[in-house]
């Protein structure tokens, strides 16, 4: 039994590793599939059974749902958002069973690292919401400082004949986060150029990343200078966002420190004023 419970401790903290590091890798750059044309037989591609959702009494038209995709599609997961929430509510039934079963094994050696990690998991996934938002605010500034780079290009290439597709080729060095989609966008571009850019913007899943394949499908459609002004307004904005950006992460890194400066006045006080204070009060109170 010992075996068992140890095996199914050693599932659950390997699918909840799994879903963390998935979740990183997505921001980085990939390659494109040697076998592009398999990439069709990708689990990601594939929605979630609704039975399997009834089982898990899980549906689409929940508020949950809706929250959740549209955070993981921010995060870069272009899989079916039921696939995370039904293993998330997996997981959630698993680990209090996992607590209780052991608690009745009473299991001594390494309780505390068991329950430690139990309730950590627990609490992650139970209150998912912050640190999902926290993941995808930080994607969204990686990508919007690489849609910068890529937009400055191609305004640089604004009095150029190439084709909007070559011009985007040029773009590739400037960008890491969004390499990899953006080298299948132009792998996908001459097959259906439209349904490339529609995919690559659920791929970015981004605000600004909407914003800026719009634009490339407008001077797709009608490369006219035009269009290049409103890439220029464009890029303004994106500039402002990210000096926004650089700011809040000033007043966050300035806050810490604050709170870390203040550790070792508190340690001063405790150790070397407190007494004096201590021994004031009490020749206070033998005088009164």
């Keep these: 039994m010992e075996f068992f419970l140890r095996l199914f401790i050693i599932a659950g903290q390997f699918l909840f590793s799994f879903l963390g590091v998935y979740m990183i890798l997505q921001s980085m750059p990939r390659r494109r599939p040697r076998w592009f044309h398999l990439d069709a037989l990708n689990w990601r ?9 009834r089982l898990l ?24 958002a039921a696939w995370y929430l039904a293993a998330r509510r997996v997981v959630l039934v698993f680990l209090p069973l996992a607590a209780a079963l052991y608690t009745a094994l009473s299991i001594r050696q390494g309780a505390w690292l068991v329950y430690s990690v139990l309730l950590s998991a627990f609490v992650i996934l139970n209150w998912d919401l912050p640190w999902l938002r926290s993941f995808r605010r930080f994607r969204s500034q990686r990508i919007t400082k690489e849609i910068y780079a890529m937009s400055n290009q191609l305004l640089y290439l604004s009095e150029s004949s190439l084709h909007i597709h070559t011009k985007l080729t040029r773009c590739i060095p400037f960008t890491r986060t969004l390499r990899g989609d953006l080298e299948r966008l132009l792998a996908e571009w001459y097959h259906d150029a439209e349904q490339a850019l529609r995919r690559f913007k659920h791929r970015v899943g981004t605000d600004d990343g909407m914003s800026f394949v719009e634009t490339i499908d407008s001077l797709r459609l009608h490369e006219s200078q035009e269009y290049y002004k409103l890439l220029r307004e ?4 994106y500039k402002e966002k990210i000096e926004l950006a650089k700011e809040s992460r000033k007043e966050s890194t300035s806050y810490f420190l604050f709170v870390i400066a203040g550790i070792p006045i508190l340690y001063t006080f405790q150790i070397f004023i407190y007494p004096w204070v201590q021994e004031g009060r009490k020749l206070f109170e033998s005088l009164g």
């Design 57 to 80: 009494r899980l549906s689409r038209d929940q508020d949950s749902y809706a929250e959740r995709a549209a955070l993981l599609a921010g995060c870069g997961v272009t899989a079916d």
């Design 45 to 53: 591609n594939n929605e979630l059974p609704d039975k399997w959702m």
């Design 234 to 237: 464009r890029i303004q904005d």
